[in-house]
């Protein structure tokens, strides 16, 4: 019942994952800024890498749907808070050196600001479902997953904007700015203080 979801899911694209390119002939001061965000981009990029894993081992049909929600609940709590994270490291980091960096910067925290708030209410929204009827659940479940859809492929054109030209190839040969393998169990801190420990990372930008 949970394979829809992990499927919308796995189809978003993590920050700056779409990042290719390793032209050396970026100007320093980009390079510096590229690597002032990616230091702080990593742990969160693996949060996520996370909770999505959290996500894809509660796929199989005879998963109770406490448990699902319990799950899901964590990893969207995780990553909102990635999300809201990723939007200080962008804001602090200042805006990048290049021409019009300054509206850049700003319209991609204001996206990734946008993202916590969408994902903390799939949150409130899979937190709402009735895990004691189980037909019901499942089409709570579908909503959820249409949704998350909605925000993978809304809203992420600043992004793209951002990892684009010389700030794109800047922040590609960064390592904090490269994929991540799934290394931990479970997302399964949901109380965990705001945005520190249970923040893991997630990218609105969705392969299109």
Do not use: H, R
Request: with cysteine; glycine share 6%.
């Amino acid at each position: 019942m949970n394979k829809k979801l992990a499927a919308a899911l796995s189809g978003g694209a993590v920050l700056v994952l779409t990042l290719s390119g390793c032209s050396d002939d970026s100007d320093n001061k980009v390079n510096d800024w590229a690597k002032k965000v990616c230091d702080q981009v990593q742990p969160q990029l693996q949060k996520i890498a996370n909770a999505n894993a959290a996500i894809q081992q509660q796929t199989a049909d005879n998963s109770k749907p406490a448990d699902v929600q319990k799950t899901d609940s964590a990893a969207f709590q995780q990553i909102s808070q990635a999300y809201k994270a990723l939007g200080s490291a962008v804001e602090s980091a200042g805006a990048p050196p290049v021409d019009g960096g300054e509206t850049t910067q700003k319209e991609a925290v204001k996206e990734l600001n946008a993202s916590s708030v969408a994902y903390a209410d799939l949150k409130t929204k899979v937190d709402a479902l009735d895990t004691k009827d189980q037909a019901k659940f499942a089409d709570g479940l579908k909503g959820i997953a249409d949704e998350l859809n909605k925000i993978s492929t809304n809203g992420d054109q600043a992004l793209k904007k951002l990892q684009s030209g010389e700030v794109g190839s800047a922040m590609a040969k960064q390592k904090g700015c490269q994929k991540p393998t799934a290394s931990a169990p479970p997302a399964s801190a949901p109380s965990a203080p705001a945005s520190e420990s249970a923040s893991p990372s997630a990218s609105p930008s969705e392969k299109s």
